[in-house]
């Protein structure tokens, strides 16, 4: 709008721009926050404190919506959006419909997360089915899909009770979201510490989260110290070989 207003006044279709010439200033990005493998195993302990008489399988269903997101690399709204036709366990494999642009994908999962489902399944089975296939796998204990704003508020209950502080310089603590940056990062660790192409294997990430183009998967990829760590000894391998190439041309 800017940029039509200024040249409506180059053209003299206009003397000035009723637009105000000081843009409000947008609070800045919040800085992904990449848990530890310590730091997840408190959370997932920590849901127990999520324990209640009145709703015996809440605990257990926020410790499974954590290992979705932290195993499977799912948004929350993804992971909340799953209902039971989704969840093929024979098939090791979930379906995500209509998430984010509108986009539905396969998600396939490993062995672990699977046993932990239909773990969770078999607990979730003494629950109501309101809609039968089309019933929440994540549920109130209604059988009802679960509040987004619910699980978020939730999660600081759980965050506290695991001891995972504000980091310092930061405004915000760790976010539930978190769990997805640091299935990204973990993911390109392992790649880096296993010797594979990580640069051919990013798009692969990026379509297994769902992502339109790599570039949002690279903002994804924070460079905590084990990923600078990794990155610096490749760059080091790779300059040691070019410098043997070089003195065996010379």
């Known amino acids: 709008m800017t940029g039509l207003y200024r040249f409506a006044v180059a053209r003299g279709y206009a003397f000035s721009s009723p637009l105000p010439e000081l843009l409000p200033k ?3 990005s ?7 493998r310590e730091e997840l195993q408190r959370l997932f302990s920590a849901t127990a404190i999520l324990d209640s008489p009145w709703s015996r399988l809440q605990a257990d269903t926020y410790r ?9 690399g799912l948004r ?6 799953l209902k039971l036709r989704d969840v093929d366990l024979s098939g090791h494999v979930l ?7 509108y986009k539905s994908r396969l998600v396939p ?8 489902l239909n773990d969770y399944l078999d607990r979730r089975s003494n629950l109501p089915f309101p ?47 978190d769990l997805r940056h640091t299935a990204a990062v973990h993911r390109v660790l392992h790649w880096y510490r296993t010797g594979k192409n990580v640069q051919a294997l990013l798009p692969h990430l990026a379509t297994y989260l769902g992502h ?39």
């Open 26 to 28: 947008l609070p800045p």
């Open 131 to 177: 809609e039968g296939p089309d019933s929440s796998f994540l549920c109130s204990r209604s059988g009802c899909r679960l509040y987004y704003q619910r699980v978020v508020t939730l999660f600081q209950r759980v965050r506290a009770a695991a001891n995972i502080p504000i980091p310092a310089g930061e405004r915000r603590p760790p976010r539930l979201h």
């Open 76 to 81: 929350v709204s993804e992971a909340i959006g």
């Open 30 to 36: 919040l800085t992904p926050y990449v848990y530890s």
């Open 212 to 250: 339109v183009d790599i570039r949002a998967t690279q903002r994804y990829l924070q460079m905590t110290p084990e990923l600078l760590q990794e990155a610096s000894y490749r760059f080091a391998i790779y300059a040691r070989q070019t410098s043997v190439s070089e003195a065996d041309d010379a």
């Open 95 to 101: 379906t995500v419909r209509n998430s984010k642009f």
């Open 64 to 72: 499974t919506l954590l290992l979705l997101l932290y195993g499977a």
């Open 109 to 116: 999962v490993g062995p672990q997360l699977v046993t932990a």
